[in-house]
């Protein structure tokens, strides 16, 4: 049955169309979605300059009562804890964990609830896109010993403590993809051994001419096996129905 020009036409013309519109509208989706996420660092970030400058001036006052064991949130962490009441204030008080973790305390109340937070870099999505790693860098990244002390004890100085703890997980993955590396490679060297024992052991079957000693057995591959039949030897050292010689 042949389907009328016209008609051809006007399906063509109909899905472009729509693939048009839903091409416009995942655009204007996507531009929308970054342009709020921009939006919602940037408040992160004057969020967290207004805690750092509470502090600062409580400071100045002599009203803060630093906590045991913890320090001022000098601008380290821009997350939020709840207060009691529902409202949410960047804490102003943190204590690092070396664990790549934080606990975190409001400042505003009595007796507040500690949070634990894990420190994951959030990169800057209006700077302009960030160059690859250089060698000099990824040579101290991917090294250890003293090389990566050097990179980790320097980074820990930063002001973004979320870059010490980036820094020390992809440390302790690269760490582990190593070994598992070295384990692969252990044992694709036992699988060539093993390859090598099993070509030896062919080539002496085949020299021996062990198959026309008993080309009396061929087809006997096909049969199905018995029930218990196994093939190899049995606890008595011989293959299942085979008498020992001088037994």
């Known amino acids: 049955m042949h389907t009328h020009p016209d008609i051809n036409e006007a399906i063509h013309t109909v899905t ?38 509470i502090t600062r001036l409580q400071g100045q006052l002599g009203t803060v009562n630093i906590p045991a064991r913890f320090e001022p949130n000098l601008g380290y962490m821009a997350n939020t804890v709840p207060l009691s009441m529902g409202k949410r ?52 990244l991917m090294s250890t010993g003293d090389k990566f002390d050097t990179l980790a004890k320097a980074t820990y100085e930063l002001d973004d403590w979320a ?55 061929q087809g006997r591959s096909d049969f199905p096996m018995c029930r218990g039949e196994q093939l190899g030897r049995r606890a008595g050292g011989c293959p299942h129905g085979v008498t020992r010689p001088g037994g």
């Open 16 to 53: 472009y169309r729509l693939i048009a519109t839903i091409h416009r509208r995942t655009l204007a989706s996507s531009q929308e979605l970054n342009a709020s996420r921009t939006r919602e660092q940037q408040l992160r970030q004057q969020l967290a300059a207004h805690g750092l400058e």
């Open 89 to 140: 204030v960047v804490p102003q008080f943190v204590r690092r964990l070396g664990t790549g973790e934080v606990e975190m305390l409001a400042g505003h109340e009595g007796n507040e609830v500690i949070y634990v937070t894990q420190l994951v870099l959030t990169p800057d999505c209006t700077l302009p896109v960030a160059e690859p790693l250089q060698i000099w860098f990824s040579d101290l």
């Open 163 to 217: 870059a010490h703890a980036e820094i020390m997980q992809y440390h302790c993955i690269n760490t582990e993809h190593r070994i598992i590396k070295e384990e692969l490679a252990t044992l694709r060297a036992q699988l060539s051994l093993n390859n090598e024992a099993l070509d030896g052991c062919q080539f002496r079957i085949e020299a021996s001419r062990v198959p026309h000693q008993l080309r009396n057995l």
